[in-house]
């Protein structure tokens, strides 16, 4: 059946069982430095870390809450790996914050780099902004407060 939108057809009508994300993965070449800045910069808890011996890689994994009800961040540290190309088809992680300037703040007295301030976005009025990992991937902080 065509969309009324496109005049186009949709091959597929996929019926599932309830889904949600559950993490994003982010490679990170120091994984100590990674986590001082998602914990002590962004403010999310380490929930829990696993070294894979045979494999060669750690996995830690942080967010706002808890992993049974709220998608996290997996870090992902390969021991033998010292950087990565970050490439041009991932954007960025977005976060929301009710404040954005004192949000901008406090990232910014702990060391973070902001790398948009706060403003309203481009043809929109929602206002964002962009802080900078240590690996070079962006977080878009987005102002929820209506």
């Known amino acids: 059946m065509p969309s009324a939108a496109t005049g186009r057809t ?3 009508r996929v019926i599932v069982p309830a889904m949600r994300i559950l993490h994003t993965m982010l490679r990170v070449s120091d994984l100590e430095q990674s986590l001082a800045f998602y914990t002590g910069v962004l403010g999310m ?7 894979y ?16 009800s709220t998608a996290v961040l997996e870090l992902t540290h390969n021991w033998d790996t010292k950087s990565y190309v970050l490439g041009d088809a991932f954007g960025h992680v977005a976060i929301g914050t009710d404040d954005i300037h004192s949000t901008c703040d406090r990232i910014r007295a702990a060391g973070g780099k902001i790398v948009r301030e706060p403003g309203p976005m481009k043809y929109g009025s929602r206002v964002i902004a962009f802080v900078e990992d240590p690996n ?11």
């Open 53 to 68: 011996e045979s494999g060669r890689f750690t996995l830690a994994f942080v967010g706002y809450g808890d992993e049974d």
């Open 10 to 12: 949709r091959p597929y």
């Open 136 to 146: 070079g991937y962006r977080i878009e902080l987005i102002e929820t407060k209506r």
């Open 45 to 51: 808890k380490l929930l829990r870390t696993k070294d």
